[in-house]
């Protein structure tokens, strides 16, 4: 029987400014964290993306993923119109750097994500099938704007993370029904009992893309729920990281 | 490392140390879906069993929610699966007939509950209400076991609204459901004042650090393990709590040990 490898898909790096229980700063850190959970390799960004600088984040990141092959990057974008994150090129400067999907945090970083302001853009990604990283944790979407993301950009590779600790299937099955591209990142899918049974039963093991969301969340829950769920082993392999590399492997820098 | 996460990763369950989930529910919800909201005495047992979950104490939100069904919901539920399930009769303070009437009962059914819930954030009136008295009364009398939804802030069933039942009616054993959520400090300091007073862990363990820092201060005697369920996944919170790099001694405490020290004479 295969082995299940786990690649996560939903951690960072980086204190918070007003503190956090367990978070590491740097990627030796998160490397000591990996081993000890069993974890062997890692999509990561840095909470300063977010609460400082998104610019001078994506470059801490990317200096810091650069220390080891387990790590590749996640990139905050901001609107292209203003030029401080997407350049020329912009789509080159990912690849050499291993950023391999982006995030976005509207809301917080104060624009409208919509085809006004990303339409071109959104296209692009849609095209080139990199993944844009979504999360319900931080005040940054709305379920309203999710959908109309999805309508206007249907064939956007988009992973839903943190999607919250009340079940939301009744918000996500819609989307996973309608979009192909639309996935969900399983540290709070994990939470909710039966959840990835029933979702996987509905849906197929494809659609769901394994996370911790350490160090918010610790991995061993996450790791513990989905080695005995109750679904095949295949579909325990997809999700733990076949769904992750596949998706990788379409992407177009 | 904890020896027992090797164990549960291996087989999900551990022989030498079971797991009672202090505080459950039970029957399908109107604000989420839950796969396993529908009580199936087959499905329900196979889903304990997957978890070495020994007993589950649950109140339905049937009955949390519904006055005209009451605590009938409980009494079915537990009567098809007596071996691994028994509940809290529920109360809801906005029909204090109907409370009156349950303690009045309540020996009628004791082999199936073990004591009350309140849901006080939902049916808002304060733990302390005077409408709640006859269960306080009776469950201080007979050392029962009281779950209590608490939430860190609430006027309804914060930390002052737990210090007023906890000093007026040592005799019931306290659980605090979410633990005061997110007011630690509180809820240690409740805890060193009161020995009727329990952590629960439901949601305290949806994040890290909570579980550490009430470890630190209290050690693992007066903390119990909860989920919620169907709510939230066994699993997933068994993972949490041993990824909080408590000690075996420790885990045993509060998967079972401290449950079957609640539990004794009461079922």
């Known amino acids: ?253 | 490392m904890n020896s027992l996460w090797e164990k549960f990763l291996e087989n999900g369950r551990v022989k030498e140390c079971p797991v009672y989930d202090m505080h459950a529910h039970m029957g399908s919800f109107n604000r989420i879906y839950l796969p396993f909201g529908d009580f199936n005495p087959e499905i329900t047992k196979s889903r304990l069993e997957r978890a070495g979950i020994k007993m589950l104490i649950f109140c339905s939100h049937w009955t949390l929610f519904s006055p005209d069904i009451g605590n009938r919901a409980n009494i079915e539920v537990v009567r098809q699966l007596p071996d691994k399930l028994r509940a809290y009769c529920g109360l809801n303070p906005n029909y204090p007939e109907i409370i009156e009437k349950d303690v009045e009962d309540f020996e009628k059914y004791r082999d199936v509950f073990v004591g009350f819930k309140l849901l006080s954030d939902y049916h808002q009136k304060p733990v302390s209400h005077e409408n709640y008295s006859p269960a306080w009364k009776y469950a201080d009398k007979k050392g029962l076991i009281v779950l209590l939804h608490t939430w860190g802030g609430s006027q309804f069933d914060g930390p002052e609204q737990v210090r007023i039942v906890a000093e007026k009616y040592p005799g019931a054993k306290i659980l605090m459901g979410h633990s005061c959520h997110g007011a630690w400090d509180e809820t240690i300091q409740l805890m060193k004042d009161f020995p009727n007073v329990y952590a629960e862990l439901c949601a305290v363990v949806d994040d890290r650090g909570g579980l550490e820092q009430i470890m630190d201060a209290c050690g693992s005697k007066q903390i119990v393990f909860g989920t919620d369920w169907p709510w939230f996944n066994h699993h997933y919170y068994i993972g949490a709590v041993i990824d909080s790099g408590i000690s075996d001694q420790d885990a045993h405490n509060i998967f079972h040990r401290n449950a079957e020290k609640l539990l004794e004479g009461l079922i």
């Open chain 1, 1 to 253: 029987m295969e082995k299940i490898e786990f690649f996560d898909a939903n951690v960072f790096i980086g204190r918070p400014h007003n503190g956090m229980f367990g978070a590491v700063n740097n990627s030796e850190g998160l490397l000591e964290e990996m081993d000890k959970q069993g974890i062997s390799r890692a999509i990561v960004w840095h909470i300063f993306q977010y609460e400082g600088s998104p610019v001078e984040g994506n470059r801490i990141l990317a200096e810091e993923i650069s220390k080891s092959d387990r790590f590749y990057g996640c990139w905050t974008i901001l609107p292209p119109q203003t030029q401080e994150i997407i350049t020329e090129d912009f789509f080159k400067q990912m690849k050499e750097n291993k950023i391999v999907c982006l995030n976005v945090f509207p809301d917080w970083h104060r624009f409208v994500m919509d085809a006004v302001t990303f339409g071109d853009f959104f296209q692009q990604i849609s095209e080139r099938n990199i993944p844009l990283f979504l999360t319900m944790g931080r005040s940054c979407i709305s379920w309203d704007s999710l959908y109309r993301l999805m309508r206007d950009f249907p064939r956007l590779t988009c992973v839903l993370c943190d999607i919250g600790i009340w079940g939301v299937d009744r918000y996500t099955w819609p989307l996973l029904e309608k979009f192909e591209n639309f996935y969900l990142e399983s540290s709070q899918l994990s939470l909710e009992e039966g959840g990835v049974e029933a979702t996987v039963k509905r849906f197929g093991s494809e659609r769901i893309i394994f996370g911790t969301g350490f160090p918010v969340r610790y991995p061993k829950a996450s790791i513990l729920q989905l080695v005995h769920a109750d679904i095949s082993q295949q579909d325990k392999i997809n999700i733990a990281s076949k769904n992750l590399e596949r998706i990788l492997k379409k992407e177009k820098l």
